[in-house]
């Protein structure tokens, strides 16, 4: 199976470069895989398509303020994106700049403080901050946060509060588990109202997310490595939704490849660590039985998660329909959701 598979022609103009003004005010596409049928729908509309019993699974990684700006010591500016926090006053790094610094070279940072390269870790550079407080603190008075490469504007103010889900509390990401974005408060009480159960697993999203396949056979594609945590509590949960004839619905593809890094012999269990877990077609999922998440990009591994849960012909038909209905794209965009037959 090839990448070019997975293309789709997406006018970029339905690119959604700011979140709407509510966060549950986006549209819904509904995938249901039995009747493979489409349906145009609200995202204020979820509480109908759940019932009692239902445990959705949400990330409640927290995003950093991940991205720097500094000068080399000869004076050319440099533009950090973190993909990963590794210590108290360390991290591995992309560095926008027109000359790549060497070993040993020092970036100053706004406030006189700087980052020294370690050397290099693949595409990444590692970085020691020589800053008296941690990494974490600086981050909070001078970073900006992360946006995607495809939003075309600074981050600004209001993307403090928006690119960052309203059940957040582990910090650790640069970038956000966008499906979670839709959620508000009172979308979560109404769907408590209506007996469906919350869980919760950490998955620190980095900027690897955002790499494009290079290997034209998907099968040679290396993915990035991420840090997660699928906690006992989590894996209880999932066992009483089961016995109880609950559906398991994830809010976002990173909580998918998180679950299924946590399964053993088709078994759910707990489990702390890196993963670099690649779901194309072809796989067998044990651990959900459906998924609400956001538009991916073109050939990315995202979409060929996606694929492999619903069908990749059934997906791209999704997705023409989307384009030729107007839906917003990307991390500030519009969802869909996918169902399991029944």
């Avoid at 956000?176 to 408590?192: I, K, N, S, V, Y």
């Avoid at 209905?325 to 169902?339: E, P, V």
Wanted: net charge neutral; glycine share 8%.
């Amino acid at each position: 199976m090839k990448k070019s598979d997975f293309d789709f022609r997406l006018p970029p103009e339905l690119i959604a470069q700011a979140p709407l003004p509510e966060r549950s005010a986006s549209r819904l596409l509904l995938l249901d895989t039995q009747a493979q049928a489409l349906q145009d729908r609200m995202f204020r509309e979820l509480p109908t398509l759940l019932r009692a019993g239902d445990l959705m699974i949400f990330n409640d990684t927290r995003v950093l303020p991940a991205r720097l700006y500094g000068r080399k010591e000869s004076g050319g500016a440099v533009e950090i994106l973190l993909e990963r926090v590794t210590g108290a006053h360390e991290a591995t790094a992309q560095l926008g700049v027109s000359k790549k610094p060497k070993e040993g070279g020092r970036i100053e940072l706004a406030d006189g403080s700087h980052a020294v390269v370690l050397g290099r870790d693949g595409q990444f550079f590692r970085l020691r901050f020589e800053s008296p407080e941690p990494l974490e603190r600086l981050l909070r008075r001078l970073g900006e946060m992360p946006l995607p490469p495809y939003i075309e504007r600074h981050a600004d103010a209001s993307d403090l509060e928006r690119y960052q889900t309203v059940f957040a509390r582990e910090p650790g990401a640069v970038a956000a588990p966008t499906a979670g974005l839709h959620f508000d408060e009172a979308m979560l009480a109404q769907l408590r109202e209506l007996g469906v159960d919350f869980g919760y697993v950490t998955l620190h999203v980095g900027a690897g997310t955002f790499q494009p396949v290079r290997a034209e056979e998907i099968k040679d594609h290396q993915m990035h490595r991420e840090w997660l945590n699928v906690g006992a509590g989590l894996v209880e949960q999932v066992r009483r939704a089961r016995a109880r004839g609950g559906r398991v619905i994830a809010v976002g593809t990173t909580v998918v490849r998180a679950l299924e890094s946590a399964c053993r012999d088709g078994e759910l269990r707990p489990f702390a660590g890196e993963t670099q877990i690649f779901i194309f077609p072809g796989y067998k999922f044990s651990s959900i039985d459906g998924l609400i998440t956001n538009f991916h990009l073109p050939q990315s591994t995202l979409l060929m998660l996606v694929s492999a849960l619903a069908g990749r012909e059934f997906v791209l038909q999704a997705y023409r329909h989307a384009v030729a209905q107007r839906y917003r794209f990307f991390s500030y965009g519009d969802a869909m959701m996918i169902l399991p037959p029944g």
